[in-house]
């Protein structure tokens, strides 16, 4: 088997070892285990339930093992598997629908446009800190029903829960604990305000559900509240800012865009296919498995490449061209597939399509 490692790599360096990785065996070594790059086992092992997410062992991993982070943290619906996960994810689906990110739109078009507002006469910004960072956090806001003022801690609680990723869990552990804590009594007052007062946001939503006597508890509330800051913000922040450069490397993609805004949402598609900001997501054997005739012992760790995936010559035509005027056959797999599928999907589609067109 080849081995494939993009560690350090350029992006174009990464994708030219995909690529040739790919060309040689449809699996591929890595320093910990495999990683599948073609668009076809990418979908199979993320549909397969027998791979489970890989989030679930940084819990597990042994320098936190004694911690009392790690003894009294709950589930999260990130992790979690089976019959748990797909009761909360069919509880919570009317929540996330197309139409409930659509009621968002004016929001996201008034916080991007503001952002924009304050740079446009200097002619020149830094993208990332003047309008990227803070653009997601008031939606997320607005989604969960928090004052706009408040939007400072919510993003103080992100970016400090986010440092779990940092490779540097033991000294980051005590911030994490606190924004951790910070937010669940925060969104644990709001959840006993909404019981009191419903009103039209996320938590009021979630309150509401009920499925044949079955109902959310406080604890799954916050659960879900914390998992919306963390995939609600990071990864939309980030998205944005690589569609942006792209768009920067095409500026006659950039001047259609401008002369046809009405492709916002293929350019969406396109951008995140050619240049996600999710370039893979890791998987898990629980259990012996067997895929394509390969034995995949239980504890195998198996990476998928998203960004493999997206440019599958099987899969797309011309994958290297990026071109939003493509008429999507197949779905680019930035947001994953099978359980796991990114929930907030459509929030995130409607925030970059609001925001890109400006």
């Keep these: 088997l080849p081995f494939l490692s993009t560690i350090g790599l350029e992006r174009q360096d990464a994708i030219d070892a995909i690529k040739a990785a790919r060309a040689e065996h449809w699996l591929a070594r ?12 990418v979908t199979a092992i993320l549909r397969d339930k027998r791979f489970h997410s890989a989030l679930s062992m940084i819990q597990r991993s042994p320098e936190l093992a004694d911690t009392e982070w790690a003894q009294s943290r709950g589930q999260s619906i990130l992790t979690m598997e089976g019959d748990s996960h797909a009761r909360l994810r069919r509880l919570v689906a009317p929540a996330f629908t197309p139409a409930s990110a659509n009621r968002l739109r004016p929001t996201m078009r008034a916080v991007v446009s503001e952002l924009f507002d304050r740079v446009a006469a200097k002619g020149e910004c830094d993208l990332v800190a003047n309008v990227c960072e803070p653009y997601p956090i008031p939606i997320i806001c607005e989604l969960l029903g928090a004052p706009p003022q408040d939007w400072k801690l919510f993003s103080g609680w992100a970016t400090d829960i986010f440092r ?27 959840i006993v305000e ?23 508890s406080t604890d799954e509330m916050t659960m879900l509240a914390q998992a919306v800051l963390m995939a609600g913000t990071d990864t939309t922040r980030n998205q944005l800012a690589c569609s942006v450069a792209l768009f920067s490397e095409h500026p006659d993609q950039w001047a259609l865009l401008a002369e046809r805004p009405e492709l916002a949402a293929r350019a ?35 990476s998928t490449s998203l960004a493999g995936a997206n440019r599958d010559p099987e899969a797309f035509d011309d994958p290297d061209v990026f071109d939003i005027t493509r008429e999507r056959a197949t779905a680019q797999m930035t947001f994953g597939a099978g359980i796991h599928h990114c929930m907030g999907a459509a929030l995130a589609r409607a925030e970059l399509q609001e925001a890109l067109p400006l």
């Design 164 to 190: 779990i990723f940092n490779n540097n869990v033991l000294e980051d552990l005590p911030l994490i604990q606190r924004a951790g804590a910070e937010l669940t009594a925060y969104v644990t007052e709001m």
């Design 194 to 216: 909404r019981r009191a007062d419903p009103r039209d946001d996320l938590l009021s939503d979630l309150i509401a559900i009920e499925e044949e006597g079955d109902r959310l």
């Design 30 to 41: 890595t320093d910990m285990g495999y990683s599948v790059m073609r668009l076809a086992d």
């Design 268 to 302: 969406v598609e396109e951008s995140m296919r050619y240049l996600g900001a999710v370039r893979g997501t890791a998987r898990f054997a629980s259990e012996d498995v067997v895929y394509r005739d390969v034995l995949f012992p239980s504890g195998t760790f198996v």
